[in-house]
């Protein structure tokens, strides 16, 4: 497993769509996940650790919150930006809290972003209906920096 994970890394470096095939990986063994998060707090390239968030996040595995929450301080906005798409969609308290302390200390854009993917969130937990966050997680905004 560990080299096909590294085969892909590497495809995913290149700027080669492993969306799917990293997923997969993951569903097969759930030593993949924690991996993603390490090489998303090593990566330097915010291009490739938008797009590890991504793999990340569409585990909708709550194990990723901690990766997403810090990935919401990213400088890089298409990175804030997909951790915060993350968070609502893997749903839940924690992913709330995650949010909720985030706005606390946020300003400007980022506020705004997260204060808009707070509305889906809260109302989903209020009706204890995940398909609700699930679809929340695209925004009208645009994603471009």
């Not at 990986?25 to 650790?49: G, K, Q, S, T």
């Not at 929450?69 to 308290?93: I, M, N, S």
């Not at 985030?102 to 809260?122: H, K, V, Y």
């Amino acid at each position: 497993m560990s080299e096909q994970l590294e085969f892909y890394l590497a495809r995913l470096r290149d700027g080669e769509d492993v969306l799917c095939r990293l997923l997969d990986l993951d569903a097969a063994d759930p030593a993949v996940l924690p991996r993603l998060a390490a090489e998303f707090d090593r990566e330097p390239a915010r291009d490739v650790r938008a797009a590890l968030l991504e793999v990340i996040w569409q585990t909708r595995d709550p194990r990723a919150i901690p990766v997403l929450d810090r990935a919401l301080a990213d400088p890089a906005p298409k990175v804030w930006k997909e951790a915060l798409d993350g968070l609502v969609a893997v749903f839940g308290p924690e992913a709330i809290t995650v949010l909720e302390t985030a706005l606390a200390r946020a300003t400007g854009e980022r506020a705004e972003w997260i204060a808009e993917a707070l509305d889906p969130a809260r109302d989903a937990e209020l009706t204890r209906s995940p398909a609700v966050a699930t679809n929340g997680a695209s925004f009208s905004r645009s994603r471009s920096e």
